[in-house]
């Protein structure tokens, strides 16, 4: 068979009976998972959200509005069923892994995790590198096994998903090690962290990347996550870097999970490797609140060359991978129309006079 | 039991194992499901989506980039599950009813549609009023015996579609008619009509006010749809009118359904009932890329004395309910929230902080 290319599934597309373009943001999602898969008849059939859980040596900072004891009792609740990423995975036909690499608490007894801990939390960046080498690397082997569990189990989607008190804070420090933009940009409210409290937790960011430095002053991106990231933030960049070794689609979450994903493409971009193969496996699900949000995805789109917009804007800022479950049913959607539709000269319907573009409904 | 009402509802939702308000959109529309189904556990199992397709005798002015007969080959698709709606409704779990109303064509070989015809299209509104009194009654009862069959048939939503070659001007019209608001703002692209061929369609709609007048000349809503409408729109408007008497949510598509809603409203508005009860059944599945649709939005906001926001924005304009049918799972999962997901309390997590506003992820 010859190879599916941005031109044969355009075309494939556009024979289908609608007028062109009609199916909006639906169209080039259609294309891109036709060329993930080198196939005109793209399947969604199994998703898996990965949640990775872990607790953050800057919590001590009092930067959250929860106590670091949530982290914990969010992964019970987790094991248990009744969190949100739970309910909508249920009514999404969807997979949840829940991964426990390093949660500040013994969670050994709760069987529907999944164990990895690689240390009680992350250290204190004010105070010293949130993680050492080898403590990265593991982080990063704890993600990738993940998505290879998941390719296995002949899942077509992999997203991510996190839970960690403090990790808004994590995530702004190393987006603005990544990108060099202000903390003033990426550092946002979080799970509800206003007015005095806001202004610290910059604060906190602020010295936090004056003690650890940045991409700017060519510290490998590599370094910029072992220095100021977390345990789960390096398993989402595992995640991601395992992934461009197959031809999964990787649905990215809001913020937090956004920023992993920048990280893990500039690691790529640093290697002899590139990021354009991760890049491609690479679909963003919402468009969180979180302030930072967008400097992630105007950073990850410079890097592909390319307009990102996010399927859904719901004002979303919960993360668990919630805004990633809520995007497989638009994904399955979207592979669909290209294998399902009927295209003109198949249903006997004529064609239009017009070309590229067109409106709503009717006809 | 005591009746749900928004506090509770909101006290229910706030309770929930989330940093307050932190499912954006989501939230209200789980608090509007309780409330319509007048329980703390709302369910979304089975939907609908009833398309409802006619020709118009407008379409002889050459006002769409596709021909005439396009609505019947569009229907015989629908019968063989080639069309788009066909296709999202199966990987949505989702019924799909079509409804002949008024196609210019035989298609009663068609076993899998449903036989309601009123006439072979409606009439050329530049010469005539569109339908006969007779006419709209009969279009209108046509459209609520749909919901009432859905309601048999166990639904809790039914969503809207609608194939009509001619309909973006027939809805076009309707809407200056109903809000007073000038063509320029109301007639769009439709299909793909650009230039002049947009002017010309511009033009035909002013011709077609000004034979037949508006509500701001004291003009009833119901005459406005007998004289500027059409069959399916008329038959969405009875389906909406219908829909108000049971607990149902009725979920609208995008511009031809909305409009076809908000003619139902000023309908329901002009009558002893009033159009509460009805717009409390009214959920906007997707923003289209259709001008008009923005205004057919705000007057039906105005009429509600609350802001509505469609929860997808995709750039659509394909019609036929595919909107809709993408917006099922979003309703599914904002009724699992409510229903399913654990509280503070149950799960023994402990309580933030802050009050009324948080950010994504982490925590």
Request: include cysteine; charge should be negative; glycine fraction near 10%.
């Amino acid at each position: 068979e010859p190879p599916v290319t941005e031109t044969t599934a355009q075309r494939a597309i556009d024979g289908k009976t609608k007028p062109l373009g009609a199916l909006g943001a639906l169209e080039p999602c259609a294309i891109r998972l036709a060329l993930l898969q080198q196939t005109l008849a793209p399947r969604i059939d199994h998703a898996r959200i990965c949640v990775f859980g872990a607790d953050h040596g800057i919590a001590e900072e009092g930067v959250s509005a929860y106590p670091r004891a949530v982290t914990a009792e969010m992964m019970r609740n987790f094991a248990r069923g009744g969190a949100a990423i739970n309910v909508l995975a249920r009514t999404n036909d969807t997979d949840v892994e829940v991964i426990d690499v390093g949660v500040d608490a013994d969670l050994s007894a709760l069987s529907s995790l999944r164990h990895a801990k690689v240390r009680h939390g992350s250290r204190n960046m004010l105070r010293e590198a949130a993680l050492s080498e080898d403590e990265l690397a593991q982080a990063l082997e704890v993600g990738a096994s993940a998505v290879r569990r998941a390719v296995r189990a002949g899942m077509d989607v992999v997203g991510l998903g996190e839970m960690g008190i403090g990790n808004t804070t994590a995530a702004a420090a190393l987006l603005s090690a990544l990108t060099g933009r202000a903390p003033e940009l990426t550092v946002g409210a979080g799970t509800g962290v206003h007015g005095e409290a806001l202004t610290h937790k910059r604060d906190v960011v602020t010295r936090a990347l004056a003690l650890h430095g940045s991409r700017r002053a060519a510290q490998s991106a590599r370094e910029c996550l072992r220095r100021v990231g977390g345990l789960e933030l390096a398993a989402m960049a595992g995640a991601t870097l395992e992934a461009s070794r197959h031809p999964v689609v990787l649905l990215v979450d809001g913020f937090i999970s956004t920023v992993s994903v920048l990280a893990a493409a500039y690691m790529a971009e640093e290697s002899a490797e590139g990021s354009s193969t991760l890049l491609r496996r690479v679909f963003l699900s919402h468009r969180s609140t979180e302030v930072g949000h967008v400097i992630a995805i105007e950073a990850l789109a410079a890097l592909s060359g390319r307009a990102l917009r996010p399927l859904l804007e719901l004002d979303m800022r919960l993360g668990e991978g919630s805004g990633a479950v809520l995007t497989v049913p638009l994904l399955r959607a979207a592979a669909a129309i290209m294998s399902d539709m009927a295209t003109f000269a198949e249903a006997g319907v004529s064609a239009g006079e017009q070309a590229p573009s067109h409106e709503d409904s009717g006809r």
